[in-house]
């Protein structure tokens, strides 16, 4: 269990709370909704600019909340202005990061003439269609992670806490200062399903069309696969995307790679995701980091084949990326074994799949990097990112190559 962690003063953003507190106090559920909507929609910085607000409610929350627990301590805009990583540091000193990503919009075109296509078939493709680009950010849902896998550096820092769910929406309404966030992805620090009740609390603000109004396709948790909130997530928040880091074909070596597996057996996780797809209809998207020798060689893809084939997926191929730990070593494919991996899990298979490359190396992006990097004066660099939610839903994700990389679980 990770150690438990109090606020005091709260944040505003703790809805149940507050909801509780204007309950006891028989304050009328509409400024609830106004006090929100003030604070997301018109950004008011002082409940005083909130029109018809009881003296009563703005008295008492005025003593015990804050609009923000938490403060960006750093920003770093990558070279090419493509990604923004910011580190926020909560209440009690404790450091999570969260990164905007930014993508050029893409759209089905017709493939040039010259185009390799089967005789008479036009092959469409996506590419930029020039418009104004999307903001996706990587959110954090803990502060370190318990999940221990051996090729991630924040599993080696263990777990040290949860965020609430105002940590997490906080972390939202920091990056908003930056660019329109249109997506969230919780691919940052920790197992989000790890931390449920906060991370669906915070999704469900993030969703709701009168404060955020996010899409809940454009929400994606991921996880390394906790079954039983996998299940549960179906029917609390069927419309929002899920992301699983399978990482491995089999259960050996899964469990080299990720140690929950031995409590989360391979055959009991994909039939949670069959049952999971049967309550939601959505498509999943498996995360797979190639390690080279390790997960990589053309038995695996056979294996990854036949365990994936006939599933509504998206693979997304994450060749390794050397991270600041003298504890992990491991090593990423060249691009002609990952180029391989893909088309044949494609070709062979039919399987939709993508490859992730760098985003944002230049400003030390990588989620679960940070608290690593900044007890060595953050001096490595690192990359972090992801492939473009909207862009993966797509009719023609499986044509999206090279697609924008992230942090891994």
Not at 374 to 401: F, H, K, W, Y
């Amino acid at each position: 269990m990770p150690p438990k962690r109090v606020l005091n003063p709260q944040s505003i953003f703790d809805q149940a709370s507050v909801e509780e507190a204007f309950e006891e106090l028989k304050i009328r559920p509409q400024h609830l909704h106004s006090l929100y909507s003030n604070l997301i929609l018109r950004s008011a910085t002082d409940y005083d600019e909130i029109v018809d607000f009881p003296k009563k409610a703005k008295d008492y929350l005025s003593q015990n909340y804050v609009l923000s627990t938490s403060k960006v301590i750093h920003k770093k805009v990558s070279k090419s202005g493509d990604t923004i990583k910011l580190v926020v540091r909560l209440q009690d000193g404790l450091e999570v990061e969260s990164v905007i990503m930014f993508y050029e919009p893409l759209s089905l075109k017709p493939a040039p003439e010259n185009d390799e296509a089967s005789e008479g078939e036009t092959k469409p493709k996506l590419v930029a269609d020039g418009t104004s680009r999307r903001a996706t950010l990587c959110i954090s849902s803990q502060v370190g992670c318990q999940m221990a896998c051996t090729f991630c550096a924040t599993g080696t820092m263990g777990i040290q806490g949860n965020l609430t769910a105002a940590e997490i929406v906080e972390q939202l309404m920091h990056a908003r200062k930056e660019a329109d966030i249109r997506n969230v992805v919780f691919m940052g620090m920790g197992e989000p399903l790890n931390n449920y009740k906060n991370v669906t609390q915070a999704v469900k603000l993030m969703i709701d069309s009168r404060y955020f109004g996010l899409k809940p396709s454009r929400v994606t948790v991921s996880t390394v696969g906790v079954i039983p909130y996998i299940l549960k997530l179906a029917t609390d928040l069927p419309k929002v995307s899920l992301a699983l880091s399978l990482h491995a074909p089999n259960q050996e070596i899964r469990e080299q790679l990720v140690p929950s597996a031995r409590s989360y057996r391979l055959d009991k996780l994909m039939g949670a995701i069959d049952t999971y797809q049967e309550k939601t209809g959505n498509k999943v998207f498996i995360e797979y980091v190639l390690l080279s020798g390790v997960n990589d060689l053309p038995e695996h893809i056979d294996e990854l084949g036949e365990l994936l084939r006939d599933r509504d997926v998206t693979v997304n191929l994450i060749p390794w990326n050397p991270i600041y730990s003298p504890e992990i070593e491991f090593s990423a494919p060249g691009a002609e074994s990952t180029e391989y991996f893909k088309n044949t899990l494609k070709n062979k298979y039919n399987i939709r799949c993508t490859v992730r490359q760098e985003k944002g190396q230049d400003v030390s992006g990588a989620c679960g990097q940070l608290v690593l990097e900044t007890q060595a004066q953050r001096g490595a660099n690192a990359d972090c990112g992801t492939a473009d939610i909207e862009d993966l839903m797509s009719p023609g994700a499986r044509e999206v190559s090279p697609a924008p990389k992230c942090n891994i679980q």
